[in-house]
Nanobody, 125 residues
Framework: QAQLVESGGELVQPGGSIRLSCTLS????????IGWFHQAPGKEREGVSC????????DYAPTVRGRFTISKDTDKNTVYLQIDNVKPEDTGVYYC??????????????????WGQGTHITVAS
């Protein structure tokens, strides 16, 4: 069974950069859509970015476009989320999720089957 493990969360200053990792085990990354979701304190979990490992297509939420970059390394079975110009509203838990049924990716949490435990980012001076 596929399992996801996120890493890379830490305390970061506003304006800084951080890269999160999502490693898939128990399956090949080549046949999954992978999404990153952000849950700010007291708020719903929302999709911020996703990637189709089948064709490399990506999508971003309008609020993060231009600051977030998603990428994949199929040799390492890992998807990355690079966050630049970090803002206080980026604080929260970041989850990655895998959908084994779609070639394309979507920022809709209900389509994803497998979820990681999350990694936490705190943006503060």
């Amino acid at each position: 069974q596929a399992q996801l493990v996120e890493s890379g969360g830490e305390l970061v200053q506003p304006g800084g950069s951080i890269r999160l990792s999502c490693t898939l085990s128990g399956a090949s990354l080549n046949f999954y859509a992978i999404g990153w979701f952000h849950q700010a304190p007291g708020k719903e979990r929302e999709g911020v970015s996703c990637i189709s490992t089948a064709h490399g297509g990506t999508d971003y939420a309008p609020t993060v476009r231009g600051r977030f970059t998603i990428s994949k390394d199929t040799d390492k079975n890992t998807v990355y989320l690079q966050i630049d110009n970090v803002k206080p509203e980026d604080t929260g838990v970041y989850y990655c999720a895998a959908d084994p049924t779609s070639i394309d990716c979507y920022l809709v949490k209900t389509i994803y089957t497998y979820w990681g435990q999350g990694t936490h980012i705190t943006v503060a001076s």
